[in-house]
T-cell receptor
Framework: DAGVIQSPRHEVTEMGQEVTLRCKPI?????LFWYRQTMMRGLELLIY????????DSGMPEDRFSAKMPNASFSTLKIQPSEPRDSAVYFC?????????????FGDGTRLSIL | AQKITQTQPGMFVQEKEAVTLDCTYD???????LFWYKQPSSGEMIFLIY??????QNATEGRYSLNFQKARKSANLVISASQLGDSAMYFC????????????FGAGTTVTVRA
């Protein structure tokens, strides 16, 4: 089975530009998570969806960040306008169901650099 | 307060020896799950092992085992017969309650296996 697929793997752009990160969860998984990883703050949960509905977006840093999940097989994380402090690795993860022993399966991440 | 504490920022281990990575957690929930992930230098997050709060046996998965001490709120990962490919960052994470999908991650421990 295919794992969580993220694109692009790397993104370098200038500050002020719009950035869109994409994620395709594992087929049949009904929960999707967006994380950000930095050296200073470690792994932070930004937002998660259950059955395509945003459940908790308390980790979204500010209004410049938005996330959507229009259907069960696709999600986007958008930053507009981007700033150098947004540089990080962004991970998408998905999990199958409510069972507490279900791990989150991570994509390979998008390494974002804002110049 | 930190929910997951990993006190060892970095460790060295000789090939073929065992290594124990410490993880303590803080929760008032009776139902929770503990997960360990491996992040090699290539960046992906790989699920290793899970321990449920009601599990009476320590979890094992190949060369990975979890030393779960509920009263002490610790869930240490033991890697037996270390291999060079085990060199990576290791994260302990917790999911609290039975209806919350969120994972709280520790800061991680870097393991370097020496030949």
């Amino acid at each position: 089975d295919a794992g969580v697929i993220q694109s692009p793997r790397h993104e370098v752009t200038e500050m002020g530009q719009e950035v869109t990160l994409r994620c395709k969860p594992i087929s049949g998984h009904n929960s999707l998570f967006w994380y950000r990883q930095t050296m200073m703050r470690g792994l932070e949960l930004l937002i998660y969806f259950n059955n395509n509905v945003p459940i908790d977006d308390s980790g979204m840093p500010e209004d410049r960040f938005s996330a959507k999940m229009p259907n069960a097989s696709f999600s986007t994380l958008k930053i507009q306008p981007s700033e150098p402090r947004d540089s990080a690795v962004y991970f998408c993860a998905s999990t199958r169901d409510l069972a507490p022993n279900q791990p989150q399966h991570f994509g390979d991440g998008t390494r974002l650099s804002i110049l | 307060a930190q929910k997951i504490t990993q006190t060892q920022p970095g460790m060295f281990v000789q090939e073929k020896e065992a290594v124990t990575l410490d993880c303590t957690y803080d929760t008032s929930d009776q139902s929770y799950g503990l997960f360990w992930y491996k992040q090699p230098s290539s960046g992906e997050m790989i699920f290793l092992i899970y321990q449920g709060s009601y599990d009476e046996q320590n979890a094992t998965e190949g060369r990975y085992s979890l030393n779960f001490q509920k009263a002490r709120k610790s869930a240490n990962l033991v890697i037996s017969a270390s291999q060079l490919g085990d060199s990576a960052m290791y994260f302990c994470a917790m999911r609290e309650g039975s209806n919350d999908y969120k994972l709280s991650f520790g800061a991680g421990t870097t393991v370097t296996v020496r030949a």
